[in-house]
């Protein structure tokens, strides 16, 4: 999409969720405030979710001095991303609701081609956009973006042919009326999904009107984990909220991937007992050339076409990384920002220091 840039009047309301973001927050901030899309046509309301460092400390100045910037406290009672992102709907005066998460970053003409894209493609009821890993030149960090980008491509794929099977909450778009006729529309009886599970749910009456938004001026840009363990506890927590799904789409895709990388795996455990050779090279090499297609795609529309060359050794790694998700991911809980959270119970956050 190319977006026109011409003046569309709808007042947008930028949502973020902010938790102990003292070390991310003024990236972004810096980032909304430069927007090209006119002052008195958009305003960023940031949610407090409790923070323990100096988050609020570095806020409050900011909306001092910028009208259309606001800080909101999620009240005593009430925790976790759901109840920041509901808490700032319920303040918010725009017709159409963006969020995305304090760690990110955003070019200055990001706002301008949401409402472009909204009105020329007829106003969809939900936009889901994309995000990027930020790069760095690190075989770790490398994983990361292929992994992560591999998700992106094949969540923009599905929503391309309108069958979305999952989006991100950083560069995520929606009516604000919407959120409105649906009585649990975030699913808050799972911490995690606060984008996946609404879209899920608008899929049941509105397929047709989810749409993806395939512009580099919309690009969200995100920090990857700096740790192995963040980045297994974020995949864990990405993966918890599965034992909700009960779309076709996404169970149908979950359970080719797991067949895929399960037989794979197998495979190389037939090498290492002698039982088979020839098996896993066949299904790997095949593997990579599928994966090699279409993440090439993916990879060139981000500018990232040098990853490719790190594909193959991430294949023989990623059976054994998805398979120990998939497990955990069901069965396991995990900590989140000083927090909690149960395999089973996942309404409140219990304090973990």
């Given at each position: 999409?190319?977006?026109?840039?011409?003046?569309?009047?709808?007042?947008?309301?930028?949502?973020?969720?902010?938790?102990?973001?003292?070390?991310?927050?003024?990236?972004?901030?810096?980032?909304?405030?430069?927007?090209?899309?006119?002052?008195?046509?958009?305003?960023?309301?940031?949610?407090?979710?409790?923070?323990?460092?100096?988050t609020t400390r570095i806020i409050k100045?900011?909306?001092?001095?910028?009208?259309?910037?606001?800080?909101?406290?999620?009240?005593?009672?009430?925790?976790?991303k759901k109840e920041a992102i509901e808490?700032?709907?319920?303040?918010?005066?725009?017709?159409?609701?963006?969020?995305?998460?304090?760690?990110?970053?955003?070019?200055?003409?990001?706002?301008?081609?949401?409402?472009?894209?909204?009105?020329?493609?007829?106003?969809?009821?939900?936009?889901?956009?994309?995000?990027?890993?930020?790069?760095?030149?690190?075989?770790?960090?490398?994983?990361?973006?292929l992994e992560f980008l591999s998700l992106?491509?094949?969540?923009?794929?599905?929503?391309?042919?309108?069958?979305?099977?999952?989006?991100?909450?950083?560069?995520?778009?929606?009516?604000?009326?919407?959120?409105?006729?649906?009585?649990?529309?975030?699913?808050?009886?799972?911490?995690?999904?606060?984008?996946?599970?609404?879209?899920?749910?608008?899929?049941?009456?509105?397929?047709?009107?989810?749409?993806?938004?395939?512009?580099?001026?919309?690009?969200?840009?995100?920090?990857?984990?700096?740790?192995?363990?963040?980045?297994?506890?974020?995949?864990?927590?990405?993966?918890?909220?599965?034992?909700?799904?009960?779309?076709?789409?996404?169970?149908?895709?979950?359970?080719?991937?797991?067949?895929?990388?399960?037989?794979?795996?197998?495979?190389?455990?037939?090498?290492?007992?002698?039982?088979?050779?020839?098996?896993?090279?066949?299904?790997?090499?095949?593997?990579?050339?599928?994966?090699?297609?279409?993440?090439?795609?993916?990879?060139?529309?981000?500018?990232?076409?040098?990853?490719?060359?790190?594909?193959?050794?991430?294949?023989?790694?990623?059976?054994?990384?998805?398979?120990?998700?998939?497990?955990?991911?069901?069965?396991?809980?995990?900590?989140?920002?000083?927090?909690?959270?149960?395999?089973?119970?996942?309404?409140?956050?219990?304090?973990?220091?």
């Amino acid at each position: 999409f190319k977006p026109s840039f011409s003046s569309h009047n709808i007042f947008v309301s930028i949502i973020i969720p902010v938790r102990n973001e003292e070390n991310n927050i003024k990236g972004l901030l810096k980032d909304l405030v430069n927007q090209n899309y006119p002052n008195e046509l958009y305003e960023v309301i940031l949610v407090n979710d409790h923070s323990e460092d100096s988050t609020t400390r570095i806020i409050k100045p900011f909306c001092s001095n910028h009208s259309n910037f606001r800080l909101i406290q999620l009240k005593k009672n009430f925790y976790g991303k759901k109840e920041a992102i509901e808490a700032g709907i319920r303040n918010a005066r725009g017709e159409l609701i963006v969020t995305t998460d304090a760690d990110c970053r955003a070019g200055n003409k990001w706002i301008s081609a949401i409402a472009s894209y909204y009105f020329q493609s007829d106003k969809p009821k939900m936009i889901i956009g994309l995000v990027d890993i930020i790069s760095e030149d690190t075989v770790y960090n490398k994983f990361q973006q292929l992994e992560f980008l591999s998700l992106v491509g094949s969540g923009a794929g599905a929503a391309g042919i309108s069958h979305p099977v999952f989006c991100n909450g950083a560069n995520f778009i929606y009516e604000k009326e919407l959120f409105k006729k649906y009585k649990d529309p975030l699913k808050k009886i799972s911490i995690s999904g606060d984008d996946t599970l609404f879209m899920l749910n608008l899929k049941k009456d509105y397929r047709q009107e989810i749409k993806l938004l395939k512009s580099k001026e919309a690009i969200i840009y995100t920090k990857h984990q700096p740790t192995i363990r963040e980045f297994i506890r974020q995949r864990i927590r990405w993966t918890s909220k599965a034992k909700l799904y009960r779309d076709f789409d996404i169970i149908f895709a979950s359970i080719i991937v797991l067949i895929l990388n399960v037989s794979v795996l197998a495979s190389m455990i037939f090498v290492l007992t002698g039982s088979n050779y020839l098996l896993y090279p066949v299904l790997l090499c095949g593997k990579t050339l599928a994966d090699t297609i279409f993440m090439n795609s993916i990879l060139k529309f981000f500018n990232k076409k040098r990853l490719l060359r790190f594909l193959i050794l991430f294949q023989i790694i990623y059976p054994v990384y998805i398979l120990i998700i998939g497990i955990f991911g069901n069965i396991a809980g995990y900590n989140w920002k000083n927090r909690r959270s149960s395999s089973t119970r996942t309404r409140t956050w219990p304090a973990a220091k």
